[in-house]
Each structure stands twice: as structure tokens, then as C-alpha cells.
């Protein structure tokens, strides 16, 4: 069976998006299923890491420096440049696994997926990364969150 997301509402866990619901119906009514249940971060802030990069990059300078360079990325492959961008982030602010080769060390982002990151980690890491892209762009955490428009 696939993975859902449910919503408490008063003693019930309901369906929390319209395709959940068609996989529920599946199930008999007070038929016994089996789940694990886990604390997610919501899709609001999974965008939100994905608007801010894109910020980012759409305001990089024109020029040689770190940032300019991920800018002109930006400009020829945007998808895929915000996706690195985002992981290069992770790896900067330590969220990474460290993986020994023979020939050396692989360092491996760990991953955003809502079954990866509980949302206390997600937080901490969402926290630290609007710090190191406010500093990227020059501009106060506060301000460029209160720019975010989803």
C-alpha cells in the first residue's frame, strides 16, 4: 500500500488531501488496518525551501563570486540548479551522512522527504537555512522570510 497523511480532527484521524481518501476508501468500513504514525513537516514548508532557493538565485549578482556563479546555473537549468543548490545547503549547514570509499570520503545530503525528517529537525534545519540565505543575499532573515509568498 502507498503512504498517506491524515489530519486529527477531534477523536478521528481523517484523510488529509483528496488522494488519501481514495486509498482509504479502499478499506471496509471498521475493517482493522495496521499504521505507523509519524509527525511531518508540512508540504507549506518543504515548498518554502524551494521558494527561498529560488529567491536566492534569482537575486544573485551578475558576477564571478560563489553566488553569481549559481546564479548563471540558474539562469540555464533552473530546476535542477535549485534542487543542487538546496542540497549544497545541507552539506554547508551539516546535514549530510558521511560515506567512506576506499578512495576517499563521499559526503551524502540527507534528504527533506517527509518520512526522513521528522518537523522538529526539519525546523532546525529550515532555521539555519534561511540564516545562510539571508547572508548569501545580504539581507536580515526576517525580511527575506516576510518577502515569502507561497
Not at 491524515?6 to 471498521?30: C, N, Q, T, W, Y
Request: with cysteine.
Amino acid at each position: 500500500m502507498k503512504e498517506i497523511f491524515l489530519v486529527r480532527e477531534g477523536k478521528a484521524l481523517v484523510s488529509a488531501f483528496p488522494d488519501d481518501m481514495d486509498i482509504i476508501s479502499k478499506f471496509k468500513e471498521g475493517e482493522i488496518i495496521r499504521a505507523t504514525l509519524k509527525k511531518s513537516h508540512s508540504p507549506k514548508q518543504h515548498r518554502a525551501v524551494f521558494a527561498l532557493a529560488t529567491t536566492v538565485l534569482e537575486n544573485a549578482p551578475e558576477d564571478d563570486s560563489f553566488l553569481g556563479k549559481w546564479g548563471m546555473l540558474y539562469k540555464n537549468s533552473p530546476e535542477k540548479t535549485k534542487y543542487n543548490f538546496v542540497k549544497m545547503c545541507e552539506v554547508q549547514l551539516g546535514y549530510f551522512d558521511t560515506i567512506i570509499k576506499p578512495d576517499g570520503t563521499l559526503v551524502v545530503p540527507m534528504s527533506l522527504k517527509y518520512d526522513e525528517m521528522d518537523s522538529i529537525d526539519f525546523k532546525m534545519f529550515f532555521n539555519a537555512y534561511l540564516q545562510l540565505c539571508a547572508k548569501l543575499l545580504g539581507v536580515e532573515a526576517d525580511d527575506l522570510l516576510s518577502n515569502y509568498t507561497e
